[in-house]
Every structure is written in structure tokens, then in C-alpha cells.
């Protein structure tokens, strides 16, 4: 169980994130455990003080650091709680010999369900018409509905999909189910595999032109930050819908501002932004075109659970002298 006298313990969770009793009782069996709700870094780094029990740092948004290891002398580990990565400085924890991995896959499932149930609420208008009938809208209008409860179908349309790793594959099982056809770009998927998948590989700019529905699901990295820039949304099909379940900083916000305004694209399905939380009185917030949810892509019971699990066994390894499953560096 968690020590609640300090931190002599082997295993900090950085920032509070669902982890399973199964899981805490291994992870207690090997030393035990401590939950750190550290503001950010700084915090962290204060909170683990320098105790050289500290083996593994656990973290799901918390960044890792040089400042948090020279905190933490007897780090051999960390792991990202989920799939992305960028809060962990990968260069310093190499630089200093100390293993980085993630759970990659465990969520993937979660967040492409996500994708589509963003999608559909706002293809469907399902965002607007559930707070209309609650406030008894339906009914003042009776059997005329207002003109905008007319959605759009999936059937048909072509999706394309940005990255194809974990999360981007299933989203094009689920595709295949709505008769999508279905365009995609990733420069690092095996050129076999569009065949197998029964899909169409193009490069970025000629998906961007063809997609009637933009997916992405890139992980965030020099090559990836602002990815959808204004030039990117300009070589947009007019009246295009971008959903986003991967990282806020993909997308270059005031560009997404600039064509959500003008009615470049129709609409946006965003479940990540630039900034977390997202700031009260945001212009998104006041768009009747998008869809917003808290960053909650992972956040199913059964993807807890398999994360929690991975976080388990990687905890195991790394403390047993082991490479962990999911190791990046």
C-alpha cells in the first residue's frame, strides 16, 4: 500500500490516474508505492526529495525531466502512463542511462471507439439536440424540427486517416462497418499492409484534398507539432469535418480558429487541445460546429484495467533487472 510517511518506496505514480487493486497489491508486493499528485516537475521533484529508494516514476501528464532526476538519484525508470510520450524528455532520461517506456496498444481501442462516437455526435448533431430536449425545446417545436437537427451519414464518405499505428488501424476496422472508404497517409507503416487492409495509400496533401472526414492519430514530436497548419487546412476539401483524439499541438489552434470561422472545414470533433485544460471562455467553447471532451480518449474501464496491468508489469521488470515490454530507450 501507499507509504504515508515519506518516500521510502520504490514506485512513484507522478499525477493520479485509474490504476487497478490487482495492480497496486503486485506493485505493493514488490516494495510498495507512493501517489506523488504533483503539480508539475517541480513539484515532483520536491516531493521525491532526493530519496534514493525512488526506482520507477509512473506518470500520465506530469513532465519528467533533468530537474526531477536530480531529484532522484536511484531512478532506473520510467513509464508513461499510456501511449504518448512527449512529457517525458527522452534525451535526459537516455543521457542518464535511465529506461523510458510507455503501455502502447493498451488504450488503442478506447480511443478509436472515441473517434467515432465524437464524430457521429457531431455528423448527427447529437451535442445540440441533447441539451435542446432538455430544456424543453422539443417540446415548444413539436413534430418541426429546427432546421439544424439534420445531420450527415458516414455511409460513403471517405475518411482519411493521419498515422497509422495502435489507435489509426482499428479506427479503420470500425470505418470498414460504416462502408467509409478510406485514404491514409503514414510514411512508416509497411506498404504491404494497405493492401491487406483493404485501404489507399496517398501522400499527406493528396489525403487532405480527398478526405471527406480527417483523422488523426500521430503521436506529438518535432515532425508532428502543427502538422494541420494554414496551409494544411487550405489544401482541405471545402466543408471537410477534423476529428483529433491524439495531441491538442498537431493542430496549429488559431488556424483551426481561421477555418472553423470561415466554413473552410464544417466542422471539429476535438477530445485534445493545445493547452489542457482548456481555458474558460476558449472560442471553441463558443462554436456550435465542434465537439469538445476533456482528454478522456483512454479513460474506459477495460483500458484502465489493461493499462494498469502494463504498468504492473513493466514496474516488475525494471526493478528486477529486466528490459520492460513497451521500452523506448
Not at 467515432?116 to 430544456?135: E, T
Not at 480527417?214 to 469535418?241: C, Q, R, W, Y
Not at 466542422?267 to 463558443?286: K, N, R, S, Y
Request: aromatic residues 6%; hydrophobic residues 45%.
Amino acid at each position: 500500500m501507499a507509504d504515508p510517511k515519506g518516500l521510502s518506496v520504490p514506485v512513484i505514480f507522478a499525477d493520479r490516474f485509474y490504476m487497478s487493486e490487482r495492480s497496486l497489491g503486485e506493485i505493493s508486493s514488490l516494495g510498495g508505492y507512493r501517489m506523488a499528485e504533483a503539480k508539475d516537475a517541480r513539484d515532483l521533484a520536491e516531493k521525491i526529495g532526493g530519496a534514493p529508494s525512488v526506482k520507477v516514476i509512473v506518470s500520465e501528464y506530469v513532465q519528467v525531466n533533468d530537474l526531477v532526476l536530480d531529484r532522484a538519484p536511484g531512478v532506473k525508470g520510467v513509464i508513461s502512463y499510456g501511449a504518448g510520450y512527449d512529457h517525458i524528455d527522452v534525451g535526459a532520461m537516455k543521457g542518464r542511462g535511465v529506461q523510458v517506456c510507455n503501455c502502447r496498444g493498451e488504450n488503442a481501442q478506447a480511443v478509436a471507439e472515441l473517434t467515432f462516437g465524437l464524430l457521429l455526435s457531431l455528423m448527427r448533431r447529437i451535442h445540440r439536440a441533447d441539451p435542446w430536449v432538455r430544456a424543453g425545446e422539443w417540446v415548444k417545436a413539436g413534430r418541426a424540427l429546427p432546421d439544424w437537427a439534420s445531420g450527415l451519414e458516414l455511409w460513403s464518405k471517405t475518411l482519411g486517416v493521419i498515422g497509422l499505428g495502435q489507435i489509426g488501424g482499428r479506427v479503420v476496422r470500425i470505418a470498414k462497418g460504416f462502408d467509409m472508404k478510406i485514404i491514409a497517409y503514414d510514411p512508416f507503416l509497411n506498404p504491404e499492409l494497405y493492401a491487406r487492409w483493404g485501404i489507399e495509400s496517398a501522400a499527406l496533401a493528396e489525403v487532405l484534398s480527398r478526405a471527406d472526414v480527417l483523422s488523426l492519430h500521430v503521436p506529438l514530436n518535432s515532425a508532428t507539432e502543427n502538422l494541420i497548419d494554414s496551409g494544411a487546412f487550405a489544401a482541405m476539401k471545402a466543408g471537410a469535418i477534423l476529428v483529433n483524439t491524439s495531441r491538442g499541438k498537431v493542430i496549429e489552434e488559431k488556424a483551426l480558429l481561421d477555418a472553423l470561422k470561415t466554413g473552410k472545414i464544417k466542422g471539429a470533433a476535438l477530445d485534445v487541445f493545445a493547452t489542457e485544460p482548456l481555458p474558460a471562455g476558449h472560442p471553441l467553447t463558443e462554436m456550435e460546429n465542434v465537439v469538445l471532451s476533456p482528454h478522456l480518449g483512454a479513460l474506459s474501464q477495460e483500458a484502465g484495467d489493461r493499462l494498469s496491468d502494463s504498468v504492473a508489469r513493466q514496474v516488475r521488470d525494471i526493478l528486477e533487472g529486466r528490459p520492460p515490454e513497451c521500452l523506448i530507450v
